[in-house]
């Protein structure tokens, strides 16, 4: 896999990055599924002043480091599930290419690819929808788990999951914000659900805060959530939540 001539990934990044996690859990088996790695600022700053230093000059050495990142960090903490990595759709040159680090770096931590999710925001507009497809399906023939993040909230929606069905879909937290008292967001709910059943896709909520949106899901068969109910996400470190 020869470096990549247009996309500058070897270029400094000119900022320091840190990784946090936030746990995925099976709510019941009570376990946890796997651990979202979430990107921060060298002091601690949340992903959206880290997002702001992002431009089209750094995007490709952003998206690799925070892959980079995320993986040494697993491995250094000894995570004990898998990690879900979020990827920049428009930071991605040549899906075959652009996994050669990836690849690199869990071979020399020796993280186990099985154990590697990556997800894709809808928050970011996808300027080569073809292309996204492509490297969903370039990640999943190497043995990766992949996931739509967001689903419900951005760009993408069902015109991607019509072209390609990820392993897991994640369900926008507005969608989830008090659920139990929404008639709508209960009917938009269920039949995501339903298609994500026929189609065999795992699905998490996301953005679980209270304990009535979280027994509200998990009567309705909900069985992967994430949110501050459970954790927040740790710099550097994992904890496994206990819940009721």
């Not at 859990?25 to 796997?34: G, I, L, M, P």
Request: aromatic share 10%.
């Amino acid at each position: 896999m020869a470096a990549c001539p247009s996309c500058d990934c070897e270029s400094p990044l000119g900022f320091k990055i840190k990784m946090a996690f936030q746990p995925i859990v099976n709510v019941q088996t009570k376990e946890v599924f796997a651990f979202e790695a979430l990107v921060r600022g060298e002091n601690g700053e949340g992903a959206g002043e880290v997002l702001s230093r992002v431009n089209d000059a750094n995007k490709y050495t952003f998206d690799q480091s925070c892959r980079m990142a995320a993986i040494e960090t697993a491995a250094a903490v000894n995570l004990p599930s898998k990690v879900s990595i979020n990827f920049m759709p428009n930071a991605i040159y040549e899906p075959e290419t652009c996994l050669a680090k990836t690849l690199k770096t869990a071979r020399k931590t020796g993280f186990p690819r099985e154990n590697i999710i990556f997800e894709v925001t809808e928050h970011e507009k996808v300027e080569n929808h073809g292309l996204l497809v492509d490297v969903f399906k370039t990640y999943r023939e190497h043995g990766f788990l992949t996931a739509i993040d967001d689903f419900g909230e951005g760009y993408a929606g069902l015109n991607l999951l019509a072209d390609f069905q990820p392993d897991i879909l994640k369900i926008d937290m507005k969608l989830v914000r008090n659920i139990h008292q929404d008639r709508i967001k209960k009917a938009l709910f269920s039949a995501v659900q339903k298609a994500s059943q026929e189609l065999g896709i795992m699905l998490v909520a996301e953005g679980v805060e209270t304990q009535d949106e979280y027994l509200y899901l998990k009567y309705n068969g909900v069985e992967l959530m994430q949110g501050y109910y459970f954790q927040k996400p740790e710099i550097e470190a994992y904890s496994i939540p206990t819940f009721d």
